[in-house]
């Protein structure tokens, strides 16, 4: 029988396999990101122990999927989460799930929509001056724990949680204020051409890890991922050794863990590992 990771890849490549679809029919440049970078030159697909896709579009190409996208999944099994589509989600970036599906992830207790997704994110420009950037990111670090909290997301599920009534209008008003100045701090150098760095502002990783020049993120090549054709920096090997080092080894065998999902409901049945 299949492991939980195993059926979670399947699911995922279907979800990507859709999202490459949108972005050549809109005509939207795209990158994979991250992990999903490092496995595609590392493993030509999936890391075998990571369970999750990360891909990310300049700001002007990322806006354009996200108004655009939702009529086109119209009658699919899909559906684009974003801050606006789904009130009770909190993250500044969009996700891909698939609706056929329900998800249970680690540390990660809310009341947003629920489903395998993939990671969506904008590439933001951002300023030259270091003391700019820290403004930024601070002012986005303090909208973004606010909107978590309001909007309840826990590191544990807790008995309290199921007592709780769901967020009223006015609660969810003040939300969607609070994601709005978000966002404006996210694209607060989009309109300054002279500006030719940007990041994954919702990165995982440290600053100066998921930043990048306009060439890296418009210079692409394709490369194989698990059957299907994705689209890849050029300059691949510069971003992944300065966010992983040698990124041809293998990591430890005690680092080789799924980091997201913990339970998966489909075709009606429950699986966990």
């Known amino acids: 029988m299949s492991r939980l990771i195993d059926r979670i890849h399947?699911?995922?490549?279907?979800?990507l396999a859709q999202f490459i679809t949108l972005c050549h029919d809109l005509h939207l440049s795209y990158t994979l990101l991250g992990g999903?970078?490092?496995?595609?030159?590392?493993?030509?697909?999936?890391?075998?122990w990571d369970d999750d896709v990360?891909?990310?579009?300049?700001?002007?190409?990322?806006?354009?999927?996200?108004?655009?996208?939702?009529?086109?999944?119209?009658g699919t099994h899909?559906?684009?989460?974003?801050?606006?589509?789904?009130?009770?989600?909190?993250?500044?970036?969009?996700?891909?799930?698939?609706?056929?599906?329900?998800?249970?992830?680690?540390?990660?207790?809310n009341n947003a929509r629920k489903g395998i997704f993939?990671?969506?994110?904008?590439?933001?420009?951002?300023?030259?001056?270091?003391?700019?950037?820290?403004?930024?990111?601070?002012?986005?670090?303090?909208?973004?724990?606010r909107i978590l909290l309001q909007l309840r997301y826990h590191l544990v599920n807790t008995p309290?949680?199921?007592?709780?009534?769901?967020?009223?209008?006015?609660?969810?008003?003040?939300?969607?204020?609070?994601?709005?100045?978000?966002h404006a701090v996210m694209t607060a150098y989009l309109n300054q051409p002279n500006l030719t760095q940007v990041k994954n502002l919702a990165s995982q990783y440290s600053y100066n890890k998921e930043v990048f020049s306009l060439r890296q993120v418009t210079d692409l090549t394709p490369?194989?991922?698990?059957?299907?054709?994705?689209?890849?920096?050029?300059?691949?090997?510069?971003?992944?050794t300065e966010m992983y080092g040698d990124y041809l080894a293998l990591p430890p065998k005690n680092q080789r863990t799924e980091k997201h999902l913990d339970k998966l409901i489909m075709d009606n049945q429950v699986f966990t590992d």
């Open 10 to 15: 399947r699911v995922e490549l279907g979800n």
């Open 36 to 48: 999903s970078l490092l496995g595609a030159i590392r493993h030509q697909g999936f890391i075998p």
């Open 54 to 74: 990360d891909v990310g579009l300049l700001r002007p190409d990322y806006d354009r999927l996200l108004a655009e996208a939702p009529q086109r999944l119209d």
């Open 78 to 109: 899909y559906f684009l989460q974003t801050p606006n589509s789904d009130p009770n989600y909190g993250l500044s970036y969009a996700k891909l799930l698939d609706r056929n599906t329900y998800i249970e992830e680690k540390n990660n207790v």
């Open 118 to 145: 993939i990671d969506i994110f904008p590439l933001d420009r951002i300023p030259v001056e270091p003391a700019q950037q820290r403004e930024q990111m601070t002012k986005f670090q303090w909208y973004n724990t």
């Open 160 to 182: 309290l949680q199921k007592f709780q009534s769901p967020l009223g209008a006015d609660q969810l008003a003040d939300v969607q204020a609070l994601k709005d100045q978000r």
């Open 223 to 240: 490369v194989p991922f698990e059957g299907l054709t994705v689209q890849v920096p050029t300059d691949y090997a510069t971003i992944l």
